[in-house]
């Protein structure tokens, strides 16, 4: 007799993976040039840095331990300076919560703040890690649309004018990823002041803030009211692996935070945070060593969007790309993305169609490209290949 195979989760037949995660094996030849990878560059990374601050943490033992469940201390004083100067006003190290990355720090904010059935509005086209969380923990999920200026805060005021009372907004607030536009300022005050005054929770995901190219990012949303929840990481100016993320919110969430956080891992790595607070609190080497990513990153932004508008003319309209690590393009003869994909990987070069940041159904002509992880003249090659597959 077989043995009755026991259920999964119900919650799971909702979820499905990612479609950037599953591109990515596609990609994998060599002779593909990837614009679809969401990575910062490894040669960029500071490997000496690093190496030398793990060798300073492996002196003491307590690297090598368990460490408290926050995050070692030392590191979220570092971080407390750091948010402090950005905010504009102190914050102490009890609102200072270091994450297994900022989506880890997602994932637990969702179990914290959202019953089943709550309302989270979120951005459109979406964070498709943060889709993920929030279908993940049964939420309800309205997207309002992305212009120019961010999230259009106008369209989340008439959802509130028809009685919706979410539980979170999210916001990609810089850079946004996969739209790479930036929330204007006036956007960021109208956003906090609905919070304080709705009662909702504003959860503004920033790991992408420091990489501005040709001008700093606004002050944060978290600047405006007690009602926003700040997540931001090393990932992207330090090195992913290090897995330092953190979150700035009031205590009561960091404490809900904390139970929860003891159930899923127990605490973070002693060893890479203590690397990661050697490397962030060397101030004079950290600016220059940001400043030099901003720098090439800036150079290939400018390279592949000169390239799209170049190659295709009036037939794509793709964004400046004024930091971050994306470019997110439109075409406008009707194009599907979805379907020129094939074409394009046989021509040798991959992207992420705009469908996979749908919401619902949307973005069939739209696509997402990062610039990070090729130099320029591989980048002009790559936008060849693609104008080649999409002529034929």
């Not at 990612?18 to 490997?47: C, F, H, Q, W, Y």
């Not at 190290?93 to 720090?105: K, L, M, N, P, R």
């Not at 993920?132 to 649309?145: D, K, L, N, T």
Request: hydrophobic fraction near 45%; charge should be negative; aromatic fraction near 6%.
């Amino acid at each position: 007799m077989s043995p009755t195979v026991p259920p999964l989760a119900a919650k799971l037949g909702g979820l499905k993976s990612s479609a950037i995660r599953d591109l990515l094996k596609l990609t994998a030849r060599a002779e593909v040039i990837s614009l679809a990878g969401g990575l910062p560059d490894a040669e960029l990374m500071p490997r000496e840095r690093i190496a030398a601050a793990a060798e300073v943490a492996l002196r003491g033992p307590g690297c090598l331990q368990y460490t408290e469940s926050p995050g070692w201390a030392p590191l979220r004083d570092v971080l407390a300076e750091r948010e402090s100067a950005r905010l504009g006003r102190r914050v102490p190290i009890d609102e200072v919560f270091v994450t297994h990355g900022s989506q880890q720090a997602l994932s637990l904010l969702a179990e914290v703040l959202l019953d089943p059935g709550a309302l989270v509005v979120v951005e459109d086209p979406a964070y498709v890690g943060a889709l993920q969380v929030f279908r993940a923990a049964g939420a309800r999920i309205v997207a309002v649309p992305l212009d120019g200026e961010g999230m259009r805060v106008d369209v989340l005021r008439e959802l509130l004018a028809r009685g919706e009372r979410p539980a979170v907004v999210h916001t990609v607030s810089n850079f946004h990823n996969p739209g790479g536009v930036t929330m204007s300022t006036a956007r960021r005050r109208e956003l906090a002041e609905l919070a304080a005054a709705q009662g909702f929770w504003v959860i503004e995901d920033d790991p992408y803030g420091e990489l501005w190219f040709d001008r700093p990012a606004p002050e944060p949303v978290a600047t405006h009211s007690p009602n926003v929840i700040r997540l931001s990481s090393a990932s992207k100016i330090l090195s992913p692996s290090l897995r330092v993320g953190w979150m700035v919110a009031p205590d009561a969430v960091c404490r809900a935070v904390e139970l929860l956080k003891q159930g899923a891992d127990l605490c973070g790595s002693a060893l890479t945070q203590q690397i990661a607070a050697d490397l962030l609190a060397d101030r004079d080497w950290l600016t220059t060593h940001v400043d030099h990513v901003r720098g090439v990153y800036g150079e290939r932004a400018k390279a592949l969007v000169h390239a799209v508008r170049t190659g295709f003319g009036d037939r794509v309209v793709c964004t400046d790309a004024a930091g971050g690590m994306f470019v997110w393009a439109d075409f406008t003869d009707g194009t599907d993305t979805q379907l020129l994909l094939p074409r394009a990987l046989e021509a040798g070069v991959a992207y992420v169609p705009g469908a996979a940041f749908a919401v619902e159904n949307g973005y069939r002509n739209s696509m997402r490209m990062c610039f990070t992880t090729s130099e320029a003249a591989v980048l002009e090659e790559a936008i060849d290949r693609l104008a080649t597959a999409h002529a034929g």
